[in-house]
């Protein structure tokens, strides 16, 4: 028995592990930052996936049999590889989830247009993750990509909420809904954007929906649990949150409170050792 994992190449995942806590606040959370390889959006596959796999068998070392990929460019470029071919080697009754697959499940009935726009990282636009997802699910849905590669600097150089994010929150959303007009959601495809919701919608026009993911990881996951009490039934509960970071902890813990909204206390971990 063990806490959940939650990895992310930095701080973005805990955007979405504040929601998990908030919807499953009695089981007990390892968070995991990669924050000295960070970031991931710009790698290349066979990186990203290393990495990846690397963070997720650390959280196995440290007893969670449950991992979830809080990471759209991990989920996008790693975890397929890592849930059917180094899984079953690795750690057969253990589970690693992302945050794609629970995102695209909800977007077709969500929009009334049948028009999505996704904002992501270039490597995650790159992987067409989103896409081939969401035709899975809704093949009737037409999808549109724009990258964004200035909101993640923005956001942890803590410059989100300044007149200066303005342009080029205003920037990207211009590109993306001049791909279609009959855009009418959004999905934030990436774990950090959604400190930037306030600009988002200030800069959007009426009747768009934006997604943001941590709460519909979050109820996924409490479905997950539901449909599988085996899983559930391994998972401790005591109200425990430890927090990891392979670059300093200082500024991890600084940053990690804008994420997390509550104050915390990491420790490192060498990324070489990994």
């Known amino acids: 028995?063990?806490?959940?994992?939650?990895?992310?190449?930095?701080?973005?995942?805990?955007?979405?592990?504040?929601?998990?806590?908030?919807?499953?606040?009695?089981?007990?959370?390892?968070?995991?930052?990669?924050?000295?390889?960070?970031?991931?959006?710009?790698?290349?596959?066979?990186?990203?996936?290393?990495?990846?796999?690397?963070?997720?068998?650390?959280?196995?070392?440290?007893?969670?049999?449950?991992?979830?990929?809080?990471?759209?460019?991990?989920?996008?470029?790693?975890?397929?590889?890592?849930?059917?071919?180094?899984?079953?080697?690795?750690?057969?009754?253990?589970?690693?989830?992302?945050?794609?697959?629970?995102?695209?499940?909800?977007?077709?009935?969500?929009?009334?247009t049948g028009e999505v726009g996704i904002l992501a990282t270039n490597g995650t636009v790159n992987s067409e993750s989103y896409p081939i997802e969401i035709a899975k699910f809704y093949p009737h849905v037409k999808t549109f990509q724009q990258a964004c590669p200035m909101w993640v600097p923005l956001i942890e150089n803590n410059e989100h909420d300044n007149e200066g994010a303005d342009y080029f929150v205003k920037e990207y959303l211009d590109k993306i809904l001049s791909q279609s007009t009959n855009i009418d959601t959004l999905v934030l495809g990436c774990t950090h954007y959604p400190l930037l919701m306030r600009k988002i919608r200030q800069h959007l026009p009426g009747g768009i929906t934006v997604l943001a993911q941590g709460k519909i990881v979050s109820r996924s996951l409490k479905e997950y649990l539901k449909r599988h009490p085996e899983m559930e039934k391994r998972l401790t509960k005591t109200h425990k949150r430890t927090f990891y970071t392979t670059d300093d902890p200082g500024i991890f813990d600084k940053m990690a409170e804008i994420f997390f909204g509550h104050a915390v206390s990491s420790e490192k971990i060498d990324a070489e050792k990994l």
């Open 1 to 112: 028995m063990g806490p959940i994992g939650i990895f992310d190449s930095g701080y973005g995942g805990l955007t979405v592990m504040k929601e998990i806590v908030a919807e499953l606040p009695d089981f007990d959370y390892i968070y995991l930052g990669d924050n000295a390889r960070a970031p991931y959006g710009n790698r290349g596959f066979d990186s990203i996936h290393t990495y990846t796999l690397q963070c997720v068998q650390q959280l196995f070392h440290m007893g969670c049999p449950l991992v979830i990929v809080a990471c759209n460019t991990a989920s996008a470029k790693a975890l397929r590889t890592i849930q059917q071919k180094d899984l079953p080697n690795i750690a057969p009754n253990n589970r690693v989830l992302g945050v794609i697959r629970p995102t695209t499940e909800m977007v077709g009935s969500i929009t009334q």
